[in-house]
T-cell receptor
Framework: DTGVSQNPRHKITKRGQNVTFRCDPI?????LYWYRQTLGQGPEFLTY????????KSRLLSDRFSAERPKGSFSTLEIQRTEQGDSAMYLC????????????????FGSGTRLTVV | KNEVEQSPQNLTAQEGEFITINCSYS?????LHWLQQHPGGGIVSLFM???GKKKHGRLIATINIQEKHSSLHITASHPRDSAVYIC?????????FGTGTSLTVIP
């Protein structure tokens, strides 16, 4: 297993276009998280999945953002009608949490997808 | 208001110095996470802890749940420790992140 993989690494898009990012987590991990990080700031939580279920979605996430994890493995994050303010690094992480557990284990980040909206 | 506050924001140290980075939080948490982010952007998990103290090599992390405070210590610092150190707390199923402490260790 090569860790958490994100594609593409970089994406430049024109304002108004739709973009989709992909995250492949560590195979045995049941939790998958999406974060956004802008320059000089810590990551901001966007959403997370346990298996295929989306359990939490940040208030920061507008209706233009949607995430899926259809088979409980890879996940996609789509941004519709991109705006310049969407320019950021989009980070994915995965972990394993036991049944009725509280603390996730093996928390691992991907390298991120850097989005630039021009 | 940030749920997680880190101090200092920036830190410069001489090689060999003992370093402490502090994290205070205001939400109820089930765990606290220390992360290291290098200039290229990659993030590495250092520790996840819910009580007491953990040690890994030259790194030590402590947490005081009653005081809602955690510290990350680096002993015998080295230039390769130069990075941004981020504190994140797990509360209500999601992580809240501090803005990070940028550490530069000078040879």
């Amino acid at each position: 297993d090569t860790g958490v993989s994100q594609n593409p690494r970089h994406k430049i898009t024109k304002r108004g276009q739709n973009v989709t990012f992909r995250c492949d987590p560590i195979s045995e991990h049941n939790r998958l998280y999406w974060y956004r990080q802008t320059l000089g700031q810590g990551p901001e939580f966007l959403t997370y999945f346990q298996n295929e279920a989306q359990l939490e979605k940040s208030r920061l996430l507008s209706d233009r953002f949607s995430a899926e994890r259809p088979k409980g493995s890879f996940s996609t994050l789509e941004i519709q009608r991109t705006e310049q303010g969407d320019s950021a690094m989009y980070l994915c992480a995965s972990s394993f949490i036991a049944f009725q557990g509280v603390i996730p284990y093996g928390y691992t980040f991907g390298s991120g997808t850097r989005l630039t909206v021009v | 208001k940030n749920e997680v506050e880190q101090s200092p924001q920036n830190l410069t140290a001489q090689e060999g110095e003992f370093i402490t980075i502090n994290c205070s939080y205001s939400v109820g948490i089930s765990a606290l996470h220390w992360l290291q982010q290098h200039p290229g952007g990659g993030i590495v998990s250092l520790f996840m802890l819910s009580s007491g103290k953990k040690k890994h090599g030259r790194l030590i992390a402590t947490i005081n749940i009653q005081e809602k405070h955690s510290s990350l210590h680096i002993t015998a610092s080295h230039p390769r420790d130069s990075a941004v150190y981020i504190c994140a707390v797990l509360g209500g199923g999601q992580f809240y992140f501090g803005t990070g402490t940028s550490l530069t260790v000078i040879p």
